[in-house]
């Protein structure tokens, strides 16, 4: 089994900055891809944002130019820089990794962890 623990939500004003982290630990042989899905209140879980470990990486065009992703592959960690934050991007963010197990590779998700932008 693969656990992500993330850590650093929480309230900042408009304009503000936070930074996620996720740590990724249990049986893995590798990591093809880890990135973050956020889910605002009634709305559908979207993609914020995924990098492989090739270094290719894709965003929401919502957040280009705010956020930046970045990963240490040794470590199995991703990190998630949220800057010029706007009221939009409330929602709980979710890191993801896709695990190769040695036989398989499956998609495992952390428990979430809320960013709320309000002033």
């Known amino acids: 089994q693969v656990q992500l623990v993330e850590s650093g939500g929480g309230l900042v004003q408009p304009g503000g900055s936070l930074r996620l982290s996720c740590a990724a630990s249990?049986?893995?042989?590798?990591?093809?891809?880890m990135g973050w899905y956020r889910q605002a209140p009634g709305k559908e879980r979207e993609m914020v944002t995924g990098t492989t470990n090739g270094g290719s990486t894709n965003y929401a065009d919502s957040v280009k130019g705010r956020f930046t992703i970045s990963r240490d592959n040794a470590k199995n960690t991703v990190d998630l820089q949220m800057n010029s934050l706007k009221l939009q991007d409330t929602a709980v963010y979710y890191c993801y990794a896709v695990v190769n197990s040695g036989r398989t590779y499956s998609t495992y998700w952390g428990q979430g962890t809320q960013v709320t932008v309000s002033s």
């Open positions: 249990g049986s893995i042989f590798s990591i093809y891809e």
